[in-house]
């Protein structure tokens, strides 16, 4: 053998893979020293070569095959050696440096034996056990392929075989690995002391069972998304510690019939055997949609899973210690039977937060964020009415992007005015070029919402006054600052509204005597806001006192093919006219606003051209120079 073929058989076949597959540095990395536990497609390529390799070099040894005239001759040259004569072949070895292993196919020549004595050439019979060659040499590897491949299932887990589809696919996360707590979560105080007695009765069960009470089966987290839902569950698998299965809805139903059910059942089974345990099913509307929902019929494959949740439900008892969790943002579509007591009994709103709660949900985002001195979140709360959780979280995010990205040692409050603006209206686009008239009609179109928001008694202050292009369509904005948090509209409120949502489209006509598509959004909203008051909130003196729109009701239920009108064509006539009579008056009514305001007006767009963004403090500072006049 060569001087490569004395080394060790691995390393010899490490060598030969490296140069079969050209040296690849990658390639190289994974085949000698691969990191990643468990089993993979290249541990098994390399199982293949490997038994390949013992085939080719150790079970069929390499020999010279020779015509037998050539083995005679060498037999007169006396350079044979030993031989091994079988059945149909002579294998041998010639002499000389170095050896060399030699076959040759077997004639019939009765002279052989005779020539073989005369030169004293030592020779031996041999009988070929094909069977015994056999079994080395594929049975035996193919042997230990199958016991490699068992192996490698096993440590696979049940969730990677064929039969695995009815395994339950729930994340389960142990006591230590729960590390969310209820200091964790804000602005959400309502809610965290509603699971409160979740979590006493997970550690303490006793303290109610000797009451005599029961502790709700189920709990349904309800609310916008966002709000924190899947954090506010975690929070109580943290507090309560105890074993936390998470799944989502979606993850039950496969394209195979049954796999949801059994799915159900195990997720079921696994729960019960680690009680007590919290068992999480987000976006449950996928799942619980309400049944009869199908328009083509029959029975399908998620209401049959559906309906194994509800028997599994109803089969856990109280003092088992298992919780029902569940979080939709969309309860309005659920089947009645989920909601029942008994199953889910108890819900639990996760509303958006109010100004206290978005100030202490910056708190908690902020805390490894390095703020400049001159950062009051509070005033971040205020500028941000109506976002939730994840909203405020992306915006700590962003201004601390936009503070790196421009090198700075701190996070400073104009890194947040821009993050917000991002949010809000969309990333700026610096490089889009407007011709100057476009450009001008944006101002004034701004310039005119801005001045009819500081001129009118009910609406919100404005903040910035920017002609910078964002986002899709947005070629501009103005943004209000609402001073506290509002739930309830009051009709002269409603009233402003429609004003401030037309002073752009007004203030086109007041100065170029001609309208664009520029307000197409701004008409859109303010239609919305009319007909809400007709129809909906009974603002109309004329109509009374009645709501002439129907709750919406999930698509397909029986009772949303009724008529979707319960009034009359008469009475939707006047709807319409009612409807143009407040968009009229409110036209009206900026036309003479702006009117008033003709200068400011003119100077607030010339300043934005030139700026493209000013602050409110400006624009109020130019009203309140321009006041006597107006007054005279």
């Given at each position: 053998?060569?001087?490569?073929?004395?080394?060790?058989?691995?390393?010899?076949?490490?060598?030969?893979?490296?140069?079969?597959?050209?040296?690849?540095?990658?390639?190289?990395?994974?085949?000698?020293?691969?990191?990643?536990?468990?089993?993979?497609?290249?541990?098994?390529?390399?199982?293949?070569?490997?038994?390949?390799?013992?085939?080719?070099?150790?079970?069929?040894?390499?020999?010279?095959?020779?015509?037998?005239?050539?083995?005679?001759?060498?037999?007169?040259?006396?350079?044979?050696?030993?031989?091994?004569?079988?059945?149909?072949?002579?294998?041998?070895?010639?002499?000389?440096?170095?050896?060399?292993?030699?076959?040759?196919?077997?004639?019939?020549?009765?002279?052989?034996?005779?020539?073989?004595?005369?030169?004293?050439?030592?020779?031996?019979?041999?009988?070929?056990?094909?069977?015994?060659?056999?079994?080395?040499?594929?049975?035996?590897?193919?042997?230990?392929?199958?016991?490699?491949?068992?192996?490698?299932?096993?440590?696979?887990?049940?969730?990677?075989?064929?039969?695995?589809?009815?395994?339950?696919?729930?994340?389960?996360?142990?006591?230590?690995?729960?590390?969310?707590?209820?200091?964790d979560v804000a602005g959400i105080d309502e809610a965290k002391e509603e699971l409160q007695e979740v979590v006493e009765f997970l550690s303490t069960p006793e303290k109610f069972q000797k009451l005599g009470g029961r502790i709700p089966k189920g709990v349904l987290l309800v609310g916008p998304p966002g709000t924190g839902k899947t954090l506010l569950a975690r929070a109580v698998a943290g507090e309560a510690k105890v074993p936390f299965f998470s799944i989502s809805g979606s993850e039950f139903v496969e394209m195979f019939v049954g796999v949801g059910a059994a799915r159900v059942r195990d997720l079921f089974s696994q729960a019960a055997n680690q009680a007590p345990c919290i068992i999480f099913i987000d976006e449950l509307d996928a799942l619980g949609k309400a049944r009869g929902m199908n328009v083509m019929g029959g029975h399908d494959e998620r209401e049959q899973t559906l309906n194994q949740l509800l028997v599994e439900m109803d089969g856990f008892e109280t003092n088992q210690g298992v919780i029902i969790m569940a979080a939709t943002n969309r309860p309005e579509i659920l089947d009645p039977a989920l909601l029942r007591p008994g199953r889910l009994d108890r819900q639990v709103l996760v509303d958006r937060p109010d100004i206290n709660g978005r100030e202490a949900i910056l708190k908690i985002h902020s805390r490894n964020v390095l703020l400049g001195p001159e950062v009051d979140l509070r005033k971040i709360a205020g500028r941000t009415p109506g976002f939730v959780g994840a909203d405020l979280a992306n915006i700590i995010n962003e201004a601390a992007l936009l503070a790196a990205r421009n090198n700075k040692e701190t996070v400073e409050l104009s890194d947040f005015d821009e993050a917000i603006d991002r949010?809000?209206?969309?990333?700026?686009?610096?490089?889009?070029?407007?011709?100057?008239?476009?450009?001008?009609?944006?101002?004034?179109?701004?310039?005119?919402?801005?001045?009819?928001?500081?001129?009118?008694?009910?609406?919100?202050?404005?903040?910035?006054?920017?002609?910078?292009?964002?986002?899709?369509?947005?070629?501009?904005?103005?943004?209000?600052?609402?001073?506290?948090?509002?739930?309830?509209?009051?009709?002269?409120?409603?009233?402003?509204?429609?004003?401030?949502?037309?002073?752009?489209?007004?203030?086109?006509?007041?100065?170029?005597?001609?309208?664009?598509?520029?307000?197409?959004?701004?008409?859109?909203?303010?239609?919305?806001?009319?007909?809400?008051?007709?129809?909906?909130?009974?603002?109309?003196?004329?109509?009374?006192?009645?709501?002439y729109e129907r709750p919406r009701q999930p698509l397909f239920l029986p009772e949303s093919f009724s008529p979707g009108k319960n009034y009359s064509e008469a009475k939707a006539a006047q709807i319409d006219d009612e409807v143009t009579r407040f968009i009229e008056e409110a036209h009206q009514r900026v036309r003479k606003i702006l009117s008033q305001r003709r200068t400011v007006l003119d100077d607030l767009a010339h300043l934005l051209s030139q700026q493209e963004s000013v602050e409110g403090e400006v624009l109020r500072a130019m009203l309140s120079a321009a006041a006597p006049a107006i007054a005279a």
């Amino acid at each position: 053998m060569t001087s490569n073929e004395n080394k060790n058989p691995l390393e010899n076949l490490k060598a030969k893979l490296l140069s079969f597959f050209g040296g690849c540095d990658h390639l190289k990395n994974k085949v000698a020293l691969p990191k990643k536990k468990g089993f993979s497609l290249w541990h098994f390529l390399l199982v293949m070569l490997f038994f390949v390799y013992l085939q080719q070099f150790f079970f069929s040894a390499k020999v010279e095959t020779i015509p037998y005239s050539q083995f005679k001759q060498h037999i007169a040259k006396g350079s044979v050696g030993k031989l091994v004569i079988g059945p149909e072949s002579i294998k041998g070895t010639l002499t000389g440096s170095p050896e060399k292993e030699f076959t040759t196919v077997r004639v019939n020549d009765p002279s052989l034996v005779k020539e073989l004595d005369e030169r004293r050439v030592s020779y031996s019979g041999r009988y070929d056990n094909k069977i015994l060659s056999s079994l080395l040499s594929w049975i035996l590897p193919l042997g230990i392929l199958f016991l490699l491949w068992r192996f490698a299932m096993k440590r696979m887990g049940t969730g990677m075989g064929v039969m695995s589809f009815s395994k339950s696919k729930a994340k389960i996360f142990a006591e230590s690995d729960t590390k969310v707590s209820f200091t964790d979560v804000a602005g959400i105080d309502e809610a965290k002391e509603e699971l409160q007695e979740v979590v006493e009765f997970l550690s303490t069960p006793e303290k109610f069972q000797k009451l005599g009470g029961r502790i709700p089966k189920g709990v349904l987290l309800v609310g916008p998304p966002g709000t924190g839902k899947t954090l506010l569950a975690r929070a109580v698998a943290g507090e309560a510690k105890v074993p936390f299965f998470s799944i989502s809805g979606s993850e039950f139903v496969e394209m195979f019939v049954g796999v949801g059910a059994a799915r159900v059942r195990d997720l079921f089974s696994q729960a019960a055997n680690q009680a007590p345990c919290i068992i999480f099913i987000d976006e449950l509307d996928a799942l619980g949609k309400a049944r009869g929902m199908n328009v083509m019929g029959g029975h399908d494959e998620r209401e049959q899973t559906l309906n194994q949740l509800l028997v599994e439900m109803d089969g856990f008892e109280t003092n088992q210690g298992v919780i029902i969790m569940a979080a939709t943002n969309r309860p309005e579509i659920l089947d009645p039977a989920l909601l029942r007591p008994g199953r889910l009994d108890r819900q639990v709103l996760v509303d958006r937060p109010d100004i206290n709660g978005r100030e202490a949900i910056l708190k908690i985002h902020s805390r490894n964020v390095l703020l400049g001195p001159e950062v009051d979140l509070r005033k971040i709360a205020g500028r941000t009415p109506g976002f939730v959780g994840a909203d405020l979280a992306n915006i700590i995010n962003e201004a601390a992007l936009l503070a790196a990205r421009n090198n700075k040692e701190t996070v400073e409050l104009s890194d947040f005015d821009e993050a917000i603006d991002r949010v809000v209206a969309g990333l700026q686009k610096k490089n889009r070029v407007m011709n100057a008239q476009e450009k001008e009609i944006v101002a004034f179109h701004e310039s005119g919402h801005a001045i009819v928001a500081e001129s009118v008694e009910h609406a919100d202050p404005v903040h910035k006054i920017s002609i910078i292009p964002r986002g899709i369509a947005a070629l501009g904005y103005t943004q209000q600052q609402p001073t506290e948090d509002r739930y309830l509209l009051t009709r002269s409120e409603l009233i402003d509204r429609l004003a401030v949502l037309l002073g752009g489209r007004v203030a086109e006509e007041l100065v170029f005597n001609e309208i664009s598509t520029g307000a197409q959004n701004d008409l859109q909203r303010a239609s919305d806001i009319a007909r809400a008051m007709v129809v909906q909130y009974g603002m109309s003196e004329r109509l009374g006192l009645v709501s002439y729109e129907r709750p919406r009701q999930p698509l397909f239920l029986p009772e949303s093919f009724s008529p979707g009108k319960n009034y009359s064509e008469a009475k939707a006539a006047q709807i319409d006219d009612e409807v143009t009579r407040f968009i009229e008056e409110a036209h009206q009514r900026v036309r003479k606003i702006l009117s008033q305001r003709r200068t400011v007006l003119d100077d607030l767009a010339h300043l934005l051209s030139q700026q493209e963004s000013v602050e409110g403090e400006v624009l109020r500072a130019m009203l309140s120079a321009a006041a006597p006049a107006i007054a005279a």
